[in-house]
């Protein structure tokens, strides 16, 4: 595995490593270290992880992510170079961001190692919504070229939900080299737990990133409205900072709002423990923008919410609504907090329907945990190091069903 990511908080590439391990197979991850993380290797539950370059989430600039980017692919290839000469990799499976990446393993590709690229995000949306670019024959015009290059490159392309499966076929993939496989709860780390809080606040949670289509600032909002109505409510926000001054920025609005105290910034956490703070909180909160990016972004947090009995509130996107439907999550209007608000209050004073979502919830979790995929990851790795049998991407499809009933 290659990931310009922390391994230990990224639940995609983790679930990917542990499910080969647990079958027999060595697993080698190379990756960044982050926060007080050394450098250096670490085995963590049979993975044995190289940490090549650590991360500050400070760029202010695409320019300045570009060039962090080139120098992890640089040292990526250098270490997969040594490694695999010494260990001869049967599969190299290269996570974007950047789909660029997957050129750091030229050397084992040559000396016939499989490769998949995974699409986590959409380089060419992405950027467009972190950097303001609207210039198809621009920079995002580039990084179309540079997705339809690094495809061809490899063995096989793992996208990470079906609207983009469609833009990926329809611009740079063919559809017998592409998979569907969405960022499932792995119930190993996802398992139900125990609430063990007994005081009497009520907790708002919300964990992932604080980019500005995760809308982290509307989520702001919306408590401050539910704070006029419920004095002992807190908001606990569980993030790496973000890149740019923007949990800065987040905290003052928070002292604007005169929510100081009560909106928490927590800081990142294992995956392990993000799964006990939720089971501990009472709401989780997915604020996204549909913009052209989040409109499509599927959002991992809701079924980590619902794996753990919280009942979701989530803003009413394209891809939420796609694989989810009223039965299981309370949507409101994205980027209108006094929607999300409303939608929090009615959660809090509804036991029938707080109760409803939970069970639902529960039912959701059941049938489309990673348990549902892992034997078709896991079969597909074995259909690519078997050079001789047909790879078919259709057959890899995760079945598509609309809340818990598969209506």
């Known amino acids: 595995m290659v990931t310009y990511s922390s391994y230990e908080a990224d639940n995609r590439v983790r679930r990917y490593a542990e499910a080969l391990v647990r079958r027999g197979d060595q697993v080698e991850v190379v990756a960044l270290a982050s926060d007080d993380v050394p450098l250096g290797s670490e085995h963590i539950s049979g993975v044995t992880t190289y940490r090549i370059q650590r991360r500050d989430r400070n760029e202010r600039g695409k320019w300045t992510y570009a060039w962090r980017l080139l120098r992890f692919l640089i040292a990526a290839s250098v270490f997969l170079k040594r490694r695999h000469k010494h260990l001869h990799y049967d599969l190299i499976h290269i996570h974007n961001m950047p ?12 000396a016939g190692a499989k490769l998949i ?34 495809a061809r490159f490899v063995d096989h392309v793992i996208v990470s939900n079906h609207l983009w499966y469609d833009k990926l076929v ?73 890149a740019g001054g923007v949990q800065a920025a987040l905290a003052s609005l928070v002292n604007s709002l005169g929510l100081y105290g009560s909106v928490k910034f927590c800081g990142s956490l294992p995956l392990h423990q993000i799964a006990v703070v939720i089971a501990n909180a009472d709401i989780g909160v997915v604020p996204k923008r549909a913009d052209c990016f989040g409109n499509e972004a599927y959002s991992t947090k809701i079924m980590e919410f619902m794996s753990q009995g919280l009942p979701v509130v989530a803003s009413r996107t394209k891809i939420d609504s796609f694989y989810f439907d009223d039965a299981v999550v309370r949507f409101c209007v994205s980027g209108d907090d006094k929607s999300m608000a409303e939608a929090m209050l009615e959660v809090v004073g509804n036991k029938k329907l707080r109760d409803s979502l939970i069970a639902n919830g529960y039912k959701y979790v059941e049938q489309h945990s990673w348990d549902s995929r892992r034997g078709d990851y896991l079969n597909l790795v074995d259909t690519l190091t078997r050079e001789h049998a047909p790879i078919t991407g259709g057959a890899l499809f995760d079945n598509v069903v609309r809340g818990p009933s598969g209506d």
């Open 170 to 242: 329809a611009r740079s993939v063919p559809k017998d080299k592409c998979s569907v496989f969405l960022n499932h709860v792995d119930p190993a780390i996802f398992y139900r737990r125990p609430r063990t809080r007994t005081d009497e606040k009520l907790v708002v949670i919300f964990p992932g990133s604080l980019q500005w289509h995760q809308g982290v600032d509307i989520a702001i909002k919306a408590f401050a409205r539910l704070k006029s109505k419920i004095p002992n409510a807190e908001f606990h926000i569980y993030s790496s900072g973000g």
């Open 99 to 110: 789909d660029f990446l997957v050129f750091a393993a030229w050397y084992p590709k040559w």
């Open 117 to 150: 690229l995974d699409i986590h995000d959409l380089v060419p949306e992405l950027f467009a919504n972190k950097f303001d670019g609207h210039d198809e024959g621009g920079y995002i015009g580039v990084l179309k070229a540079v997705e339809k290059v690094s």
